[in-house]
């Protein structure tokens, strides 16, 4: 079990992430919350305490759900096989509509590497 320390290092981080995905500096933020530049840098850093009203429209600005906030720094930074794990507790009709769009990836993929090595031996 995470620590507190942790949980809110996520919150953070995940805070920090999407407000860089939407093209945004701190001083906006900060503007758009209502804060001055200076504190809003200290909440995002974890100088100063993040309070709920602030998350909730941090979220709201951003039109991101307030659960993404709270997942383990980003879903793209977990090991694949906590990802494979994840996969395997869903519905079986969502992992089988994941798994045809992982098949069809693969076999383009590899489609694109005969390609290369073909071209790689027609120009020898």
């Not at 500096?25 to 602030?54: C, D, H, I, S």
């Not at 307030?66 to 494979?84: I, R, T």
């Amino acid at each position: 079990m995470e620590t507190y320390e942790e949980f809110l290092e996520t919150i953070l981080f995940n805070m920090r992430k999407q407000r860089e995905k939407h093209g945004m500096r701190q001083y906006q933020m900060a503007e758009k919350l209502g804060y001055e530049p200076a504190l809003y840098n200290k909440v995002e850093l974890g100088k100063k305490n993040l309070r709920l009203p602030t998350l909730f429209a941090f979220c709201k600005e951003l039109d991101v759900p307030v659960c993404d906030m709270f997942l383990a720094k980003e879903l793209e930074e977990q090991p694949l096989s906590s990802k494979l794990r994840r996969l395997m507790d869903m519905p079986e009709d969502e992992r089988l509509a994941i798994e045809r769009m992982m098949d069809m990836a693969l076999e383009r993929h590899e489609m694109l590497e005969k390609k290369k090595g073909g071209s790689a031996t027609d120009n020898g």
